[in-house]
């Protein structure tokens, strides 16, 4: 093995080290602890690169790269598999990684101990849960990543913090509970572990067992669908999101893609074409519905949302519900398309964070809870027009910046031409349309029309809650406060925008890519043969 | 044997729910204990349940594996464990901070029916 073949366990060893070696020195000397966590966040997004560059190539079999763990068999050992996915995963986290880590040096950092370390170790169980293949290690990853998400969501203290922390700790670890009940009953009847493994005898159980066996993933798939806060199981996040620090909640904007991410990997490797030999498809129907139920219960929350905060959780939730129903419809054509989506709405809503963050200073806290009531009775502003006229008075350069800014990630959010929501929204609905001739629209699946609905809709309401919120927000406080801004705060929300700005100008590139992935996903054979070798598929993994 | 278990895990999970669903927390906390037990004897009947036979190898008679019984389960129950400990102990320091910020012990931070 080369140094090349090595780079797939890095994601894990770097923050692993990065963090513990930071325990020696936060609390007491913060310039040490932020300098190594800048030094191992950017080597995060380098390899993170490397691997993508690595699997982006042609050949599918090449894509799918293997780390045995100790150099045991895969049926034995633990195993990490790096394809298409997972390394677009890495680059994701990395990504926003990057920004919120720089945005909170301006001063975030300093409001509680032990910032720094938990970044770290947070971005080793994301990294880990991405790329383990196996599933016990994936529950333990899950909690590594857990338990460093409670500490930072408690980053800064204070009563809401708390008290959103408190209940957001106590629904994940009845959550963990519920994927550990899964996990042992996927055990007891395949009698192993191994993702790859699993997939291959899934064909070959026995009636009986294949009972037990989909009652175990149906189990996992709740516990999934915790952390990605499909209703009715997402309640414990619009309060956490909104309570955390603004770097800790962009980051946290990736953490309920972990559980789309398992959905995604898990159901496609045991209902795959190879896995599939008289076990049909379960649970789709269920997948929409969840979808469509967060879908609506999203827009309500936005509707409602009282501040900046709350309005960017609930469009958290609204991605994950678009992807819970686009996974749903069972359409492996719209698949890449949603790929697409994920990358492009968690770009923007890390963004968003950072941004609200900035625009909430200096305005004062009823601000908020003012523009809705003020609706919603039909009251009206009582400002006297101004005797000199209003049509001379400057706005202040970095309001307008900020506005700017805010308009982007409305477009982005709602899915507005001409920005990569857009694209990303298009995309999907082309596809799950598109299946026969477009003028005649007699051959599409009910399940498309749902789709097609609720994305319009989320859309709709996305932007009415953006533009009210945006209105109160820049136009009617003309007396307020400028807020003071510096660049390295300004500088990440400005990265992400552009970089969302870049995935439309390049969306054909990036498609093809994310079209590569979903067919990966969907053909699971390189995956089983990469991870048991090149005859494991066909002879059932009995080695 | 196979009646104990089962109770065992029937009781322990359904007080751990019930105790989970309580206003207090201390009485969540304990809940969740309760259910971790409930979760671990459960991996542990997964492995199938066998009486005398033990999960280590024995030099002497090694290769027959119908006299061993499952050591994987065991050790996931040992993880599970662990882990489940360490994420008591958390939540105990945060049911403290939330103690000290909001002088009540309701897990919303204030009492409940006003």
Redesign the interface.
């Known amino acids: 093995m080369n140094w090349h073949d090595h780079l797939v366990i890095a994601p894990i060893i770097l923050p692993l080290i990065a963090g513990a070696t930071m325990l020696l020195f936060d609390g007491r000397d913060r310039t040490v602890a932020a300098a190594l966590n800048l030094v191992s966040t950017f080597g995060l997004l380098a390899i993170a690169i490397t691997l993508v560059m690595g699997s982006a190539g042609p050949d599918p079999a090449a894509a799918v790269k293997v780390y045995r763990l100790g150099d045991w068999p895969a049926q034995f050992g633990i195993v990490l598999v790096v394809d298409r996915l997972s390394s677009m995963m890495l680059l994701l986290t990395a990504i926003l990684a990057c920004a919120a880590l720089i945005f909170s040096l301006a001063r975030w950092h300093s409001s509680g101990s032990y910032f720094h370390p938990l970044f770290q170790f947070l971005l080793m169980g994301l990294n880990g849960a991405f790329l383990t293949g196996d599933l016990f290690n994936l529950f333990v990853f899950f909690e590594v990543l857990l338990a460093a998400s409670y500490g930072l969501a408690l980053h800064g203290s204070g009563h809401a913090r708390v008290r959103a922390g408190l209940h957001y700790i106590a629904v994940n670890l009845v959550a963990a509970l519920v994927f550990l009940v899964g996990v042992s009953m996927v055990y007891g009847a395949a009698g192993t572990l191994n993702m790859a493994d699993l997939a291959a005898r899934i064909g070959s159980l026995p009636a009986r067992e294949r009972a037990l066996l989909e009652t175990g993933t149906s189990i996992l798939g709740v516990a999934f669908l915790v952390k990605a806060a499909a209703w009715p199981l997402g309640f414990w996040l619009p309060g956490t999101y909104a309570a955390a620090s603004a770097p800790v909640a962009a980051l946290f904007s990736v953490m309920t893609k972990v559980g789309i991410y398992a959905i995604l990997r898990i159901g496609f490797l045991l209902a795959g074409p190879e896995a599939a030999a008289g076990s049909a498809q379960f649970g789709d129907v269920w997948l929409l519905a969840a979808g469509a139920a967060t879908i609506l219960f999203a827009m309500v929350g936005m509707l409602a949302s009282q501040d900046l905060a709350k309005l960017a959780s609930f469009s958290v939730v609204v991605s994950s519900g678009t992807m819970l129903a686009v996974l749903g419809t069972n359409d492996v054509a719209i698949i890449g398309p949603a790929l697409y989506y994920l990358v492009s709405s968690t770009l923007a809503i890390g963004a968003f964070f950072l941004l609200i963050e900035l625009i909430e200073r200096g305005r004062a806290p009823t601000d908020d809870i003012l523009a809705v009531t003020l609706e919603a009775y039909g009251m009206e502003d009582e400002e006297e027009p101004g005797e000199d006229g209003e049509a001379g008075v400057a706005v202040p350069a970095i309001l307008a910046v900020l506005g700017a800014a805010f308009i982007i990630s409305a477009l982005l959010l709602s899915g507005l031409p001409p920005l990569s929501g857009f694209v990303a929204k298009f995309a999907i609905l082309a596809g799950a349309l598109g299946r026969n001739d477009p003028s005649t629209l007699t051959g599409v699946a009910p399940a498309a029309w749902v789709l097609l609905v609720l994305l319009l809709l989320s859309g709709f309401v996305t932007l009415i809650a953006m533009v009210r919120a945006g209105i109160r927000s820049f136009w009617a406080v003309i007396e307020r406060e400028v807020p003071r801004v510096r660049v390295i705060e300004l500088a990440p929300v400005a990265v992400l925008l552009l970089l969302c700005l870049t995935l439309t100008l390049q969306a054909g590139p990036a498609m093809r890519f994310m079209q590569t992935t979903a067919s990966g996903l969907h053909g699971s054979a390189a995956y089983i043969q990469g991870v048991l070798g090149p005859t494991a598929a066909s002879t059932g993994g009995k080695p | 044997m196979e009646l104990i278990v089962s109770l065992a895990i029937g009781i322990l999970a359904g007080s751990g729910i019930w105790l ?1 669903l309580r206003p207090r ?1 201390f009485q ?1 906390i304990i809940g ?1 204990s309760l ?2 037990y409930a ?1 671990n004897l ?2 542990f009947g ?3 349940l066998r009486v005398g036979a033990p999960p280590v190898l024995d030099p002497a008679a090694a290769g027959d594996i119908s006299r061993y019984a499952d050591p ?2 065991q050790a ?1 129950v040992l ?2 464990i662990v ?2 400990f ?2 008591t102990a ?2 105990l320091v ?2 403290l ?2 103690r000290g ?2 002088r009540s012990d309701h ?3 204030r009492e409940g029916g006003s």
Do not use: K
């Open positions: 989970l927390t969540v969740l259910l971790s979760v459960f991996i997964m492995g199938r994987l389960p996931l993880t599970a882990i489940s360490a994420m958390l939540f945060v049911l901070a939330s910020l909001t897990v919303d931070g």
